[in-house]
């Protein structure tokens, strides 16, 4: 059976992470990271790879800070849980970077174990822009 979360209001945070993100998108509280946990990242910008470990996965998302100089938001829509431990995030991703917007919809596949993450795939509706948008110039 699958069961659709639709927050009332759409979680916005100013220095994203990934338990922020699932945390106010109305997931379990106190999702953890432990040294088995991945993050994939898709594209071919200096940013897409996968990512282990809480420092690894906390430092990607303060990269991201950083090179936007604080303006990076990430918008939640809705969140759908497909079965036990499988949660899908919808979002949406707004940054601004050497005169450049950012303006995309994030797609986020995890799978949770004993309410830490295991694995989270990120995908992105328009990822050449994605990519362009993270090109260190």
Known sequence: MTTAYLPTEAPSFTTPSLQSLATSSGLEEGLSLDDSSVLHVSGSSGLAGDYQGPDAIE???????????????????????????????????DATRTGRRLHTGVLLILSIEDSALREAWMFHSDQSRVDEFWTVL
Do not use: C, K, N, P
């Open 59 to 93: 430092a990607w998302f303060q990269r991201m800070d950083e090179l936007t100089f604080g303006s990076l938001r990430i918008e939640g829509e809705h969140v759908v849980v497909a079965s036990e431990g499988a949660v899908v995030v919808g979002a949406h991703l």
